[in-house]
């Protein structure tokens, strides 16, 4: 640990300040860090303020080497940085690695958006007019990310917002500050040989949401991008939107995938695997329920309990581990009460029982629950490896059954059926921001716009035009001519 320490600049940092970092791994603590005090807040905001009146001066392509260069060192840092996520935040040691990969792709997705901020030119109704849209830097924007993706988030937004001429200031969870921690010391060290950034373009801040507070509130803050669960969400949109700011909210999944009875089910099996354990079940996009034609339930829930008989959990540094531990014991009792919930509306719990794992953390075997209905627990997203199985006997009824949930981040279905892999694609399909087919909810990669609606907010990160979300938008008319019609055909003469 010390080695790895050293290796990311974070020796000096981590230890005396008052918040305690435990590893999920064996429950120890393994830094005690210094936190902002919230009467700071105020003059961080100031600095992103004139970090901004300086940056949206520079050329986007300018802008986009500063975030070629934080790509060349995340390369350079990877294997580093891929090992601090999974002490921190408890992933097995190649989803640690993807996470810093995710941050390496998004970096080479925005160099490449710094030359392509398009605006559209509009034909005007007037003779002698031009119009066209401008997109320009819109502010400081507020990043506060969630444990899961402690990092990956972040680079995400940053990013966009940098070549888009947006300042940064970051408010990691209060259980990883660590990642955040290095991750500005691997850009520290992109700003060097960038030269002459303005002092406070990036920012970090540590602490609870008090600190997240001070950001949602204020009106030199023009973008806040919030990641986390619908609970913090149903706080923080409205705050932002008392004071007409923008939120990107990216919030609580409750995925489902449909099996029809044409499925390739060695293909499903695997996604299902996969995309209902991976990060023990901790991911936003995590498969939570699984809707099966009731003509191959049975056949495919033997496979699957098979499947989750073998599954590794444990050390999530030890090779063959699939599934490392909850972030903390609280997590691993809500998995209980939730399944203790799930058998008294009628669920049959397969798995679920703790496991000793490494002494200190909270390891559990995933569970597989065959439910009569899509009861309350169902509907609800706990942030764990439970799968609920429910039958389905038309593919109205699976839609149906896939939209009736409050949260609408991400689905799919499993079928060789054209129709029906259509049908779950179409206006009247899936009501999710991602919908998938023949591939599991979890695992996006970055070329796409990424977030849900309803209760996951309605935000959109990454690919695509998501850039749009960082920027203002403005339409500019020019007359080029020497009279000055009015639109609509007004005449106002005098
Ligand atoms: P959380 O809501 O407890 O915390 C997320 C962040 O919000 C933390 O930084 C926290 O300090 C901050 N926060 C909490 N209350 C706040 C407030 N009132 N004002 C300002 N900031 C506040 O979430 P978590 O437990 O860290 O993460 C798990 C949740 O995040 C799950 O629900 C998961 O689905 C969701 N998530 C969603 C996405 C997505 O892209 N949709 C991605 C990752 C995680």
Known sequence: MTELFDALGLTEAVTGGPLAVHSPIDGARIASVAVTDPADMPAVIARAQAAFRLWREVPAPRRGELVRLLGEELRAAKADLGALVTLEAGKIASEGLGEVQEMIDICDFAVGLSRQLYGLTIASERPGHRMMETWQPMGP???????????????????????????????????????????????????????????????????????????????????????????????????????????????????????????????????????????????????????????IRDELMGRLLRAYASLPVGDPRAPGTLVGPLIDEGSRSRMLAALDRARAEGGEVHGGAPVEGVPGGAYIRPAIVLMPAQTGVVREETFAPILYVMGYDTLDQAIAMQNDVPQGLSSCIFTLNLREAEAFLSAAGSDCGIANVNIGPSGAEIGGAFGGEKDTGGGRESGSDAWRGYMRRQTNTVNWSASLPLAQGVRFDF
């Open 141 to 295: 924007c507020a990043v506060i990310s969630a444990f899961n993706f402690p990092v990956a988030v972040w680079a995400w937004n940053a990013a966009l917002a940098l070549v888009c001429g947006d300042p940064v200031i970051w408010k990691p969870s209060e259980k990883t500050p660590l990642t955040a921690m290095a991750s500005m010391r691997i850009l520290n060290r992109a700003l060097a040989r960038f030269g002459d950034a303005p002092e406070g373009l990036v920012q970090l801040v540590v602490g609870g949401p008090q600190i997240g507070e001070a950001l949602v509130t204020s009106a030199d803050v023009p973008i806040v991008s919030a990641t986390g669960s619908t609970r913090m969400g149903r706080i923080v949109g409205p705050k932002v939107a008392e004071r007409f700011g923008r939120a990107i909210l990216e919030l609580g999944g409750n995925n489902a995938m449909i099996v029809a009875p044409s499925a390739d089910l060695d293909m499903a099996v695997r996604a299902i695997v996969f995309s209902a354990v991976g990060t023990a079940g901790q991911r936003c996009t995590t498969l939570r329920r699984l809707i099966v034609h009731h003509s």
